[in-house]
C-alpha cells in the first residue's frame, strides 16, 4: 500500500503540471484591438474602445456603461497602434495593461483573459448550412471574446451525441478535446429555422433557442458572471473522498475532474485506502458549488461526513 501510495503521488504532481499546463482554457486573441470603418482617428479609437470594452469585461452592454465612458471619451489615450487597413477600416490596438488599470479604477471587473475553451456540437445540417453556422458562431464569439472550438456531431461519436448521451458525456467530451464547457446544438422541432443550445460547464448551465448569436451571448454571459462569482467568493480548503476509483484511468480521471474545476487550486493527495482516495485542494464557491460541479463530472455525492470530509463517488459511464 506504501509503493501504491507513492506511486499515486508521483503521478497526481506530474498530472498536476499537465493541468497547469492546459487548463482547459484558452487565451482570446486580439483581445486588445479592433478594426472599424472609417478613418478618423478619435472616431475610430472610440468606437475600437467600445468593441474592446465588451469583450475585456464579458459585458455586452459594456461599450455603453456609463461606469465605463470616461474610457470611450478619452480612447485616444489608450492607443498603442493605429493605422488604415487597404478596405479603408482602421486597426486599432490599446495599452492591455493601462486599460485594465483603468477599468478597475472604474468600479468594473476584467473577464480573465485565460477563458474556458468552449467545445460546440454541431448537428448535421443539409447543404451549405452547416458552414454558415460555422461562420456565424465564429464572427459570434468574435464579438464576445469566447474561445470555441467548432465540432460536428457525425465526427464526435455516439457518447458525445446529446440526444443519446447526458451532461457528463458530453462534458467528458469536451475535457478530452482540451476544452472547459460544452455547447450543443439541435434542429428545433417546432421550427426547422431555428436551434436549440445547451450549455453544460462545471459551474454554469444554460438553455437557449434562437440563432448563434443567440447562443454566444447567452454562454458567455453565462461563464463571466460565473467567473465573477468566484472571484468575490473567499477561497476555502476542503478534503474530497471519493470511492469507486478501480483503476489508473479511473484515477487518472478523478484527478483531472477535480483539479480543472474552476476556482480549485493546490490539489494534493491525502490519503489511497483500496478503490478510496482522499483529495485536498483549495476552492472558491464553497461545498455547494463544488458538488454542482462534480456532479457533471460523473462523481454522485454521498453527503459530507461528520469530520466535514466531502464525499463522492465515481461512476464510470452513468
Known sequence: MHRAREFFQSLLALLSLLATATANAAPVPSLYAAIVPGSDP???????????????????DAGDDPALAG??????RYVQLERNTTRGATQVIFDGPALRAAVAGAGRSVWDPDRPLVWVLLPSLPGSATDELRSQLNAAAQVR?????LVSADSAGPTADPGNAGAAAVLA????AGAGAALTAQVSASDPQSMQWTLV??????????AAAV??????????????????TPAGEFDCQI???NDLAAFTTVVDSVGSLPGVSDVTLRAVDADQLTLHFKARGGSGAITHALAAEHLHSLGASGDGVLRYRY???L
Open 42 to 60: 478619435q472616431h475610430s479609437a472610440q468606437a475600437a474602445m467600445r468593441e474592446v470594452l465588451v469583450r475585456l469585461v464579458g459585458s455586452r
Open 71 to 76: 474610457i470611450v471619451e478619452d480612447a485616444k
Open 145 to 149: 471574446g469566447l474561445p470555441i472550438a
Open 173 to 176: 467530451a469536451a475535457h478530452r
Open 201 to 210: 460547464a462545471p459551474n454554469a448551465d444554460g438553455h437557449w433557442t434562437g
Open 215 to 232: 447562443a454566444i451571448d447567452g454562454v458567455t454571459d453565462a461563464l463571466a458572471r460565473a467567473s465573477r462569482e468566484l472571484e468575490t
Open 243 to 245: 470511492a469507486g476509483v
Open 315 to 317: 461512476q464510470n459511464g
